[in-house]
Structures are given as structure tokens and as C-alpha cells.
């Protein structure tokens, strides 16, 4: 069975930080580019970041660049994001989410090619 399990999220003052986790568990994850999603209410869900499988590029929204910063442990079937600098525009549901094929060697920022996603998790900054 295929689990996509998020944690790290949380409440946060506006300039504060977070470090959010994904592991994955009954599939492969080493060979797979990995992405982070955000949806907040009644918005659709937008991409955050992402990095290949091998860790040798990453991509980032706009609005995160230089304050988030994605990361993976392929040992530990685990890709990190870790939040600077945060604002209340932060507010969002995070998702992490795996490729639909293996050793792509560029990311991806759309939710049509990643298959497999976790269940969330919240993410909360107060001004």
C-alpha cells in the first residue's frame, strides 16, 4: 500500500519557520522527482517546489524563491521543505506528491504528473 504521510505543520507568527517532511512508504521513491503543493481555500492547488530524484535540480514558485528551500534523503525515502521567512500568504494546506515516471531529469510544476500525493498537512501564519 502506497502512503504518502506529511508532517511538520503547524501555527506560526508571520517571519517564523517550519520544516515539513514527507516519507514514503510501499513504492519507490529514490529514482522519483518529488514535489511540494500548496492549496489554500477556496484556491486551487498551486506548486511550491520540487527536486529531481537525484537532487541535482530543484524548482521553486515565485513566491517562495529564496525564503523555501526542498531537500531529500534518499536513504531515508524522505524530501524535506524548509519554510523561512513566512507570511500569512503562506496559508495552506502542503502536499507532497511523487512523479509519474522515474529518473525524469528536469521537475515539473504541474499536479497532472505527479500520481501519488499525501494527505496534507496544515500550515498556518498569523500577522
Known amino acids: 500500500q502506497v502512503q504518502l504521510v506529511e508532517s511538520g505543520g503547524g501555527l506560526v507568527q508571520a517571519g517564523g519557520s517550519l520544516r515539513l517532511s514527507c516519507a514514503l512508504s510501499?513504492?519507490?521513491?529514490?529514482?522519483?522527482?518529488m514535489g511540494w503543493f500548496r492549496q489554500a481555500p477556496g484556491k486551487e492547488r498551486e506548486f511550491v517546489a520540487a527536486?529531481?530524484?537525484?537532487?541535482?535540480?530543484?524548482s521553486y514558485a515565485d513566491s517562495v524563491k529564496g525564503r523555501f528551500t526542498i531537500s531529500r534523503d534518499n536513504a531515508k525515502n524522505t524530501v524535506y521543505l524548509q519554510m523561512n521567512s513566512l507570511k500569512p500568504e503562506d496559508t495552506a494546506v502542503y502536499y507532497c506528491?511523487?512523479?509519474?515516471?522515474?529518473?525524469?531529469?528536469?521537475?515539473?510544476?504541474?499536479?497532472?504528473?505527479?500520481?501519488?500525493w499525501g494527505q496534507g498537512t496544515q500550515v498556518t501564519v498569523s500577522s
Open positions: 506528491a511523487r512523479d509519474t515516471k522515474s529518473f525524469r531529469g528536469i521537475v515539473l510544476v504541474t499536479t497532472s504528473t505527479y500520481d501519488y
Open positions: 510501499g513504492r519507490t521513491f529514490s529514482t522519483y522527482a
Open positions: 527536486i529531481t530524484w537525484n537532487g541535482g535540480s530543484t
